[in-house]
């Protein structure tokens, strides 16, 4: 079985060449971005070794963030940002006190997310705050699966984040089809490699099986495409600011939602 320990050489020869990488493309951007990498990578890490817990911290921050980044994206109030935040925030804790508890937790959630436009009697904007919300439930709460996940969710992490570099740079290099018209820049020569090269990683570290391989060829690419669809319809580019070199943090894990919850249906 797959530990945290076993993760950490992979993990540091990984920042090691993509550092190389970077300082020979001498491309500022990329450098930026690899700095955030090689500061996020250690303390997600650390927080792993630590068990459950750590699992849990690392899923609730990263649900939290995402559920303001999000409700920014789709312009929701302040009144819906804090219950859907509670709700993600209570379906990780779920996850972690009362694994029995989640589905339960989930349709509490549900209903408090509808309830607020509708005690708020919102004619105008009643059914997009309410859809909204319901799919930023669904969506943003997936982190709660790194808990049980474990040694395993990170070696995902890992697989779906060199996929999406992979894809990048050979889809710009290769060419060819458009994957989809929600992301133009994106081509399927990118999404095959760097497919390829998720798998290529899972199977290093012993993690290669059916379900994590659809999850990273297919639930990859598409959880990339649902976030370009949620920011095309906000007319805006990233999800935030304040991520050196990434715009906001949903745009580093969107990749990483769909996979894990691929990884859920099929496991």
Known sequence: ???????????????????????????????????????GVPLVTAAFWWGRPGAALVALAAGLIAVFEYGGLLRLGRPDRVVLAAAVAGVVLAAWLAPGQVLRVVAIGALAVAAVPLLAGDADRGLHRVGAGLLGLAWLSVPAALVPLGASGLA????????????????????????????????????????????????????????????????????????????????????????????????????????????????
Not at 8 to 18: E, F, K, R, S
Not at 191 to 218: F, K, R
């Open 1 to 39: 079985m797959i530990t945290v320990a076993s993760l950490v050489p992979y993990l540091g020869g990984a920042l090691a060449l993509g550092g190389v990488a970077v300082v020979a493309s001498r491309r500022r951007e990329l450098l930026i971005r690899w700095c955030a990498w090689a500061v």
């Open 156 to 267: 995902l992490f890992v697989a779906v984040s060199v996929a999406d570099i992979v894809a990048y740079f050979a889809g710009r290099r290769l060419g060819g089809p458009r994957l989809s018209p929600l992301s133009p820049a994106k081509r399927w020569s990118g999404t095959l490699a760097g497919s390829t090269a998720g798998l290529g990683v899972l199977a290093v570290l012993s993690v290669l099986s059916w379900p994590t391989a659809v999850a990273v060829a297919v639930g990859g690419p598409a959880g990339d495409l649902l976030e370009s669809m949620v920011k095309r319809g906000a007319g805006t580019k990233d999800a935030g600011r304040w991520l050196p070199g990434s715009g906001g943090l949903l745009d580093r894990i969107d990749s990483l939602l769909v996979a894990l919850a691929v990884l859920l249906v099929l496991s």
